[in-house]
Nanobody, 127 residues
Framework: QVQLVESGGELVQTGGSLRLSCAASGRSFSNYAMAWFRQAPGKEREFLAAIAWSSGSTHYADSVKGRFTISRDNAKITVYLQMNTLKPEDTAVYYC????????????????????WGQGTQVTVSS
């Protein structure tokens, strides 16, 4: 059974940085991609970034490109989201998710196509 466990969310001041972690277990992820989403209060869940496990290729939403960086540690089977220059509008619950690597990168955006989800970790950015 696949398990995804996020950690690293906390209260941080505007302009600060955080690194979120998502530890995965339960299967081989060689043909899969791992992604980060977030959901702010009263808003829909939003795609942020994805990384193909085998190739390491990455894809970012325009809203976070240049501020957020996704990476992975093969040995630890963990994916990270480095978030810099945080803003109050980054306040949300952050989720990691897993799906097969899509043929079209645009398909990363569709949360319904993900097979597994973590429980989420809260990030709060104070002004």
């Amino acid at each position: 059974q696949v398990q995804l466990v996020e950690s690293g969310g906390e209260l941080v001041q505007t302009g600060g940085s955080l690194r979120l972690s998502c530890a995965a277990s339960g299967r081989s992820f060689s043909n899969y991609a791992m992604a980060w989403f977030r959901q702010a209060p009263g808003k829909e869940r939003e795609f942020l970034a994805a990384i193909a496990w085998s190739s390491g290729s990455t894809h970012y939403a325009d809203s976070v490109k240049g501020r957020f960086t996704i990476s992975r540690d093969n040995a630890k089977i963990t994916v990270y989201l480095q978030m810099n220059t945080l803003k109050p509008e980054d306040t949300a619950v952050y989720y990691c998710a897993v799906r097969r690597v899509p043929y079209y990168p645009s398909n990363y955006y569709y949360q319904g196509l993900y097979d597994y989800w973590g429980q989420g970790t809260q990030v709060t950015v104070s002004s």
